[in-house]
């Protein structure tokens, strides 16, 4: 079986007319009837049922175009990544990530990523976790990395983990510094710093909290969740973050984080990839991230999923 043969057969199903197939193909219809009379007898089955208004696809006929689109995908993907070899895969791919994922994984992700494109530019760039899902959906960036799933209409977005949440705090006065883990319910009587009711972010903690029929004892507001740490280490009081805000701090002594179970707090991590541009390129970039962001689990102390586990928009 032939490519002409699939892309014959495929004018067929999507004009569900050999006239208007022959158009499209370029070819007289007494031709492309035969191309198609020739496929059913070599096979013995019948691809279309005839009819006055056209034609329409018999159970084997809806067999063969299923993996007829699949088989014409691959040939195109194929072809581009051969496009590519040839010119040399210049252009640029822009990453869009939130700040502390940014500063642990930028550095390797553009190095890395310059030994499969030396003539190729990545250009990795930090904002605000709600703003992501825009930047590629509106074709600005190729790859984002999104807190929590993107909205249902955000394309080609790939579960990746789960993120626990951490009462962060400074150790006690007689330096005790307790890292094991801490229920909702002890949250109550801790003084919590953390951003405005307005941020998508705290809107989340208060879901939680309301859902542990806890009340946060939340005691100084921020217009910007960011600098949560640092009024931590001016014994504001606790927050609520993931390790990745903390993991430095953590590692030096200067605080204690304490994983929050009782019930469990975890923010998903989506990987989303623009429609825009479906190079290999693109596709390599983000092959590389999710390397990287594995292997500074250290530091972010994700719940990685397995692929198939994975959860494609």
Avoid at 25 to 40: C, I, W, Y
Wanted: glycine fraction near 6%; charged fraction near 25%; hydrophobic fraction near 40%.
């Amino acid at each position: 079986m032939s490519l002409r043969e699939l892309q014959v057969f495929l004018a067929v199903c999507e004009c569900r007319a050999f006239s208007r197939a022959a158009d499209r193909m370029g070819v007289s219809q007494p031709a492309l009837s035969r191309t198609v009379r020739d496929l059913e007898t070599r096979f013995d089955l019948r691809f279309f049922h005839r009819n006055g208004r056209g034609v329409e696809l018999t159970q084997a006929g809806r067999v063969l175009r299923q993996h007829a689109e699949t088989v014409i995908s691959s040939v195109e993907d194929l072809e581009i990544e051969l496009n590519e070899l040839r010119e040399s895969a210049s252009g640029v791919v822009v990453i869009v990530l939130p700040t502390h994922v940014s500063q642990v994984v930028t550095p390797k992700l553009v190095r890395r990523f310059a030994e499969h494109y030396p003539k190729a530019s990545l250009h990795v760039f930090e904002d605000a976790n709600d703003r992501i899902a825009d930047r590629v959906r509106d074709g600005v960036a190729d790859i984002g990395l999104f807190y929590a799933y993107a909205p249902p209409d955000t394309p080609r977005q790939d579960y990746v983990a789960e993120e626990p949440l951490f009462l962060v705090e400074l150790p006690d006065e007689d330096g005790n510094d307790d890292d094991g883990p801490i229920t909702f319910a002890q949250l109550a009587d801790r003084p919590l710093v953390l951003p405005r009711r307005k941020s998508v972010y705290r809107q989340f903690l208060e879901e939680c909290a309301d859902g542990a029929e806890v009340r946060l004892n939340v005691v100084r507001e921020l217009e910007m969740g960011s600098t949560q740490m640092a009024f931590v280490l001016e014994r504001e009081g606790g927050s609520i973050l993931p390790f990745s805000h903390c993991w430095s701090e953590v590692r030096s002594g200067q605080a204690v984080a304490r994983q929050i179970v009782g019930p469990k707090i975890t923010r998903h991590i989506t990987l989303i990839r623009s429609t825009f541009k479906q190079a290999q390129m693109v596709r390599v970039a983000g092959q590389i991230l999710n390397e990287e962001l594995r292997a500074s689990n250290a530091m972010f102390r994700w719940q990685f999923v397995a692929k198939a586990d994975q959860k494609a928009g």
